[in-house]
């Protein structure tokens, strides 16, 4: 495995108590493997990223418990220096807001270089022409003219793309992209998409895709965590999710997503509110909004059931869900 | 016989471009909205799409008049509202109220629920006497799903679903004809999206609405709208029916845009081409001649620089009567199906010529 | 300007990125899905109660709030705490050290330190309090009002703005008032208005922009709100924080301004009693009789820093984000 992440817990104080952001988080990618984790705002699965990457905000973060297994190394127990050179040069991640992400003063050719002289100790005029060779890697057109020019001068597609090439100039193993298309219109987004699936493919690099559109996982992905509160309530191979789910929520969602094929009927609506992080319901999280839910479930936390040898969910009542 | 409530004809919005400290000159213009017409019927979902920069939310606020149109004219049962001031003006914002995308910034902070849901009443007197306005105000959070008892809490104690819900009821306050939605759930998450959406189906039946939708989401556009307008570049490139847009779209645009929608269906993955368009969207300061959309359609010919094409049924199915007849701004229009449908592999979308399915941006 | 990119980036209310992914803003939010009775949790609060709740529990409010009631109180009655009167003085007692009932002793005309740097607190309190409140009122109206019509009078304003932050100000100070002779704080007053106004009309302008870019201001006008309904009960109770931030620093400064003034001898002249005048009278004894000047200079250093920290803690309240 690449990359594991075992038993996680992330926590943040803040004015009105602790919020516990991550409550015990287990997922592993492979080299060459596209994981996506699945959740809304607030399920934590920015947070499982970050603290992946060692880019948390502590404080107010905190991370509690729990092991990151990175090419067999915990990172947890990694000073700050040994950590600061997996970053980037092993793992590297694509952000939502690439204007925001990069710096508005410096040419983008400054930025990419930069990657090489830091980390490679190249000379400027060879990490120019590197980061040339980038731009044209991820089709970005008259890569040569435009290596002078600044992140503005760029469109949204075209900035993502720069953040691609950023995020891929050391030939990390992993990849870590945070909603990279979410600020994107819909055509740039399938060649952007499209674009890292490819790269992804050509370095057999692990990815973890965190995003809250359906759409986009069934596009691209292996494999679906489903994050709900801080946990994984189910994790599977993407085409057995789509076809029959086996945790409530994930059916859920699936079921309040409007179709673009036909004109649907009444969405069916999950109830309810996602939970106060710093009041997480006793018993299985999601229970208070559970159409399936029974006293079990507000009683006792759900163990990860096996549903088959590579599914999990943390469903007392899988079975039922499962056959609907 | 269907009724038409708001008639758009030719709305043209520009923003002058000017250079200088405190004696301005025009140097150019943005153009936002360009040349749009389309009819919204009662009782109907009149849904707008389109990326980023097409214009659509520069449509909305034209049609609650927070801008003044450049040119052209907004009939609301015939009267052109846009040349309507004082209380002419403030009796037909009565009747047609908007909904705002973000939830966090289209409610006051200072202010309490109440004060926020009754603030019609006190800008329109004559609609609730003083003493019914705080019945009135509780009726509506009932309305849309909330407890009365909240009318003296703070924007800022509710959730982003909630907030929407309290901007819905502030737009329902003065029982309006018309509302116009701009984006209304893009700010939420995918489980109160739906919450949202039904809310506002079923608020359409009970209060007899019009809603002119205007959104990015193809899926949930689809699924509240009874007529689609696509639009790019601050005109409507193909306007008609949900099924006719959706199942046999005729512009090579709205073939790209949909074709180009993620499907939540790992098994049309394989068995799915995209339209990769070419290029980016030219700036709305410096539009294409002719049809705007060549500088990036693959079937782009000398006769699309030269001439525009109208917004009317193409000729070539001008006679039929089929579902493809419906308005489309293309010279070459054909139908193309390119929505997965449930159905098996065997609707293959046509895919465009190999040198322009690679064509990057 | 042009306003050419509408906002409709796509962004769905999915985590950003940062700790914000959290679902703090869940945390108060009250719940009441279709069918289910709503939480009783929470009262109702509002930003300014939160803003208190804040200032509450902040030990430099507390502290800074405390110096300043008290100064409040000595300069509305001094007699309170100094039974003395602070100009009769007795020139055989000049520059005499502490003394029983005299804890600051005298200074160079014989009068007791004690009382005047007491009453001293009066001339500071009044020429801060009044110089902000001009200022406070004649900027924001005039900054409020340029952000809000924007156009042509916002383009004047800005220039004048400008000329009036090129003059530099004790410059200013000792042109403009040399020529006053009045014996009252007014003429000071008055300078610090005609100079200070610029200063919080930025900032008002500025805020006021903000303000009036939110959806609710437009949401307002779309219900056919009239303009003084859209600036007084939307605009201007969201863009008033930054204006008594900035204010409450400013009435610091103003009182240090004035005894620089006072100080160079253009601002008041006795027999006014003022800090700024004691200092200047006490300068020229600094090594025989320091005790003439630390009280004064302690005192006066003491008030602008009270001030300065209160407006730093009313800041952290109003804007949890800048903290």
Known sequence: ?324 | MVESIIEVTGLVKHYPLTQGILFKKQVGAVKAVDGVDFTLNKGETLGIVGESGCGKSTVAKMLVNLEQPTAGSIKYKGEDITQLSGKALKSVRRNIQMVFQDPYTSLNPRMTVGDIIGEPYDIHPEVAPKGDRRRKVQDLLDVVGLNPEYINRYPHQFSGGQRQRIGIARGLALRPEVIVADEPVSALDVSVQAQVINLMDRLQNEFDLSYVFIAHDLSIVRHISDRVGVMYLGRIVEIGRDAEIYDHPTHPYTQALLSAVPVPDPEAREHRERIILAGDVPSPTNIPSGCRFRTRCWKAQERCALEVPALAVPSEFRLTSGPAAHDSACHFAEEMQVVPSEGPAGELPRTPPDDLANGRE | MPEPQEPEGAIAGTGMGGAMDLAVSEATTLEKGPGQAGGPQGKPRSLWSDAWRDLRRNPVFIISGLVILFLVVISLWPSLIASGNPLKCDLAKAQEGSQPGHPFGFDGQGCDVYTRTVYGARTSVTVGVCATLGVAILGSVLGGLAGFFGGFWDSILSRITDVFFAIPVVLGGLVLLSVVTSNTVWPVIGFMVLLGWPQISRIARGSVITAKQNDYVHAAKALGASNSRQLLRHIAPNAVAPVIVVATIALGTYIALEATLSYLGVGLKPPTVSWGIDISAASAYIRQAPHMLLWPAGALALTVLAFIMLGDAVRDALDPKLR
């Not at chain 1, 984790?37 to 990457?53: D, H, R, W, Y």
């Not at chain 1, 549903?307 to 009542?317: L, N, P």
């Open chain 1, 1 to 324: 495995m690449l990359l594991e992440v075992r038993d996680l817990h992330v926590e943040f104080r803040t004015r009105d108590g602790v919020a516990k952001a991550v409550n015990g988080v287990d997922y592993a990618v492979d080299a060459g493997e596209t994981l996506a984790v699945l959740g809304e705002s607030g399920s934590g699965k920015s947070v499982t990223a970050q603290a992946i990457m060692g880019i948390l905000d502590m404080p107010p973060g905190r991370i509690a418990g729990g092991e990151i297994l990175f090419q067999g190394k915990d990172l947890l127990k990694l000073k700050e220096e040994e950590r600061r050179k997996v970053r980037g040069a092993e793992m590297a991640m694509i952000f939502q807001d690439a204007l925001s992400s990069l710096n508005p003063v410096l040419s983008v050719g400054d930025q990419l270089g930069e990657m090489f002289v830091v980390h490679r100790g190249m000379s400027k005029k060879d990490a120019r022409a590197k980061a040339v060779e980038l731009m044209d890697h991820v089709r970005i057109p008259a890569a040569k003219e435009r290596v002078k020019q600044y992140p503005h001068q760029f469109s949204g597609g075209m900035r993502q793309r720069i953040m691609i090439a950023m995020a891929l100039a050391l030939e990390p193993a992993l990849i870590i992209a945070d909603e990279p298309t979410t600020a994107l219109d819909v055509t740039v987004q399938a060649q952007v998409m499209d674009l890292l699936a490819e790269l992804q493919r050509e370095y057999n690099m692990g990815l973890i895709l965190i995003t809250h559109d359906l759409g986009v996982v069934a596009d691209v992905a292996d494999r679906i965590a489903v994050m709900y509160a801080g946990r994984i309530v189910e994790q599977a191979p993407v085409h057995d999710i789509y076809k029959a789910p086996a945790h409530p929520y994930t059916r859920g969602l699936l079921d309040s997503i409007p179709r673009l094929d036909q004109k649907g009927q009444e969405l069916y609506a999950i109830k309810g509110l996602p939970p106060n992080l710093m009041a997480i319901p006793p018993g299985c999280a999601f229970n208070p909004r559970c159409p399936m839910a029974q006293e079990l479930c507000r009683t006792d936390e759900p163990p990860l059931y096996e549903v088959s040898q590579d599914r999990t969910s943390a469903c007392h009542f899988w079975r039922e869900c499962l056959n609907g």
